[in-house]
């Protein structure tokens, strides 16, 4: 790959923490447009009686866009400039939410999700590659373990508030809400960091090759590449044991329990990664770690018989462990990139096959466990698990650059 440089005018020695924890909103932001329409999904069901396949269709309709063009919109926001295209993808998510919250037809609605896509894909690819550049080199893979909880924060704080906005407000109350959310921060971002003379950077990419031939570049670029497989496999395993495994409790007050802890235990292993490679040990080794914990628990579940309380707690400690991957892949992309470029490809990439990991994980987990139930559970996580060590290893091959 053509060698990038950044020019910028000055050196940020602190790290600056409003901004971080602002730009960390912006995710949470994002993220909601997966988890408003999770939390809605009964109602969506019964105001447009399109059918469960279709109305889940429009939930997965976000992915699809960071499935298929997650590397260009690194390179894209490269060249455009990160706060440019994060600013543009919030605004551009308040206006679709705006439009939602008049409750279109379902082809518009369909149409709005398919337009999140870009939204969302804008700023998990700009708001991480920012939060690098105003992190203090001590501080980084600290930062990029709070960024890693965006994810499941959203999913619990719509699951909490939204549900409530929802229940006595309806579904216009929701979308609209979400839309004055996601746009305030927009706001908030640009006018805070417009003049911040850490992000007053130019990226200069070399232009004369080919798109495509750079995309080809990323793909080939272990540096980007490594950290997005170790991620893949993480979100091919975790959204299958959130929806999954409660099914498997046969306690219903424990099966509720589970539903509401499990994404809090992940998004508590997220950060813990992010703590543990900045302060004890690289990223790629706390991956390795994750992925064995991860595995080592598969096998006690396997002996696990009868006692429904075990079966939680050996869960719930499966599922920290498999909190710690993300973060610790988030982490390994500011170690390992040469240049702030090279971080938002490598953040397009993990978007793409953390898309990729989504879509393909819940339907094999459903045909293991609907054919083998437990046994076919732990086999599945298994395999998983050898990839991740893996790359894990690879990765650990790489020289960092910090």
Known sequence: MPNTTVHSPM???????????????????????????????????????????????????????????????????????????????????????????????????????????????????????????????QHRSLTMGIWGTFFGVAFAVCGWLGKSILGHYGLQALFLSHGVFITAIGVVLFFKLRKNPVLDLVPVT??????????????????????????LFYTCTLVSILTYVPG????????????????????SGTFLAGAIAQYLMKPQRVALMAYCGVASCAVVLSFINGSA??????????????????????AMIPTLARNP????????????????????????????????GLTGLVALVLAVCCFGVLFSLLAGRIKGTR
């Not at 498997?248 to 992940?266: E, H, N, W, Y």
């Not at 075990?310 to 988030?330: D, E, K, N, R, T």
């Not at 090279?342 to 094999?364: D, H, I, K, M, R």
């Open 341 to 372: 470029s090279e971080q938002a490809q490598g953040y397009g990439l993990l978007a793409q096959f953390g898309n990729l990991g989504a879509t393909v994980g819940p339907p094999s987990f459903a045909t293991a466990i609907s054919l083998y």
């Open 248 to 267: 498997l409790i046969d306690d219903a007050s424990l099966k509720t329990l589970m539903l509401v802890v499990l994404p809090l235990i992940s998004t």
């Open 11 to 137: 050196v940020e020695p602190k790290t600056q923490w409003l901004n971080v924890i602002l730009l960390w909103i912006a995710g949470i932001s994002a993220a909601m447009q997966f988890a408003k329409v999770s939390v809605s999904f009964d109602a969506l069901l019964a105001h447009y009686q399109m059918g469960a396949p279709s109305t889940g269709a429009a939930l997965s309709a976000v992915g699809i866009v960071g499935l298929v063009f997650g590397v260009s919109a690194g390179m894209i926001a490269s060249r455009v400039g990160y706060l440019k295209v994060l600013v543009g993808a919030l605004l551009l998510g308040g206006t679709l939410s705006f439009v939602q919250s008049s409750l279109p037809s379902f082809q518009v609605l369909f149409i709005t999700r398919m337009l999140e896509g870009f939204s969302q894909l804008g700023v998990v690819v700009a708001a991480p590659t920012l939060i690098a550049k105003l992190s203090a080199p």
């Open 206 to 231: 070399e232009m004369q090759e080919g798109f495509l031939k750079q995309m080809m570049q990323v793909y080939r670029n272990p540096r980007a590449l490594l950290p997005s497989c170790v991620f």
């Open 309 to 330: 309380g075990w079966f939680c707690f050996v869960v719930g400690i499966l599922v920290l462990f498999l909190g710690m991957v993300p973060g610790s892949a988030l």
